[in-house]
């Protein structure tokens, strides 16, 4: 079932939900052959800035539930980290039928019409257990519907593959061609530092405030004696993985503070968070902290992407 590869072979993608680039950018990175975006497809402004800044693309489509999937050009591979949209539970019945009005139906809807020879989709963890498993249950048997047979998914979390954060992604891999016998990366069992995605020296804007250090202590105080778990999480450098950095971490920064000698605690800046993420150290971030903060918090773990797709690419 292995194929060589080709360096003259183009392999054509699609970018859905295409956030900063993170699942294109990890193929980019360990693929032999070149790697074209034929389209992209993203909603927010910012995200689209800081795309356009990295992979110097003309144009990025807008709202996916937009565009008309006949319009959208041939490729081999479709790449898409959709949201976890609510689906309904007077539904999940019929299968493609009962995914109308969510998300996961616009891209259905280009698989079938297209049917290039692998997807790849990734989402939240929780996607697996959602309406006790009766939401994957159906975004699994609508993939087998359209024509994809060879589909299967998995858990997998970035501090396995090399990155010091505890983010843990469900990943779903299908396959036109049935004889393709994929399996997913095992772990590569690297140990991981928080201080080696640190700066030697950090402005002091990211330091927080005595009001804010407060509160967040108040709150963790409160948290504990209501019998929760919830409050500010602290790092140092010799810290093996950080909490799961969340597109919300502009607000406050609780769920990771790097302790500091003498001070209160800081945030991570945002290059601090796109080393989090697997990002290259030349990765361009030309948008605001505060808009950083939300792509790189919303965006995937390249190194878990890079280790999917070495093991995809051997069968486009």
Not at 91 to 112: E, H, P, V, Y
Not at 197 to 204: F, R
Request: a neutral charge.
């Amino acid at each position: 079932m292995t194929k060589a590869f080709n360096t003259d072979e183009t392999i054509k993608i699609i970018d859905l939900f295409a956030g900063i680039g993170g699942l294109r950018l990890g193929f980019e990175q360990v693929s032999h052959k070149k790697i074209e975006a034929v389209f992209s497809s993203e909603w927010n402004k910012y995200s689209v800035e800081t795309y356009k800044a990295n992979f110097g693309m003309e144009e990025v489509h807008g709202d996916i539930i937009k565009i008309d999937e006949l319009e959208v050009p041939e490729h081999d591979l479709l790449l898409a980290g959709f949201p976890c949209q609510p689906f309904s539970q007077a539904g999940l019945k019929k299968g493609f039928s009962d995914i109308r009005g969510t998300l996961f139906f616009d891209i259905a809807r280009i698989l079938k019409e297209k049917k290039p020879k692998a997807f790849l989709l990734e989402n939240v963890k929780q996607l697996k257990g959602h309406d006790k498993g009766r939401t994957l249950e159906v975004i699994m048997q609508t993939l087998k519907d359209i024509g994809y047979t060879n589909v299967q998914y998995d858990l997998l979390k970035a501090r396995e593959f090399g990155l010091p954060q505890n983010r843990e992604r469900l990943y779903i891999v299908g396959f036109l061609d049935t004889r393709v016998e994929f399996t997913f990366p095992e772990p590569l069992n690297i140990e991981t530092r928080v201080g080696d995605i640190l700066d030697e020296k950090v402005d002091d804007k990211y330091t927080i405030s005595d009001k804010l250090w407060a509160g967040h202590q108040r709150r963790k105080k409160e948290n504990k004696l209501k019998g929760k778990g919830f409050g500010y999480s602290i790092f140092t450098h010799e810290s093996e993985y950080t909490s799961t950095m969340s597109a919300r971490y502009y607000k406050d920064g609780s769920e990771i503070l790097i302790a500091q000698d003498e001070k209160n605690p800081r945030k991570i800046t945002p290059r601090e968070a796109s080393r989090l993420q697997g990002f290259p150290t030349d990765f361009k971030i030309p948008v605001s902290d505060t808009q950083a903060y939300q792509q790189f918090g919303n965006s995937v773990p390249v190194k878990v992407i890079e280790a999917i797709a070495k093991k995809m690419l051997v069968f486009l």
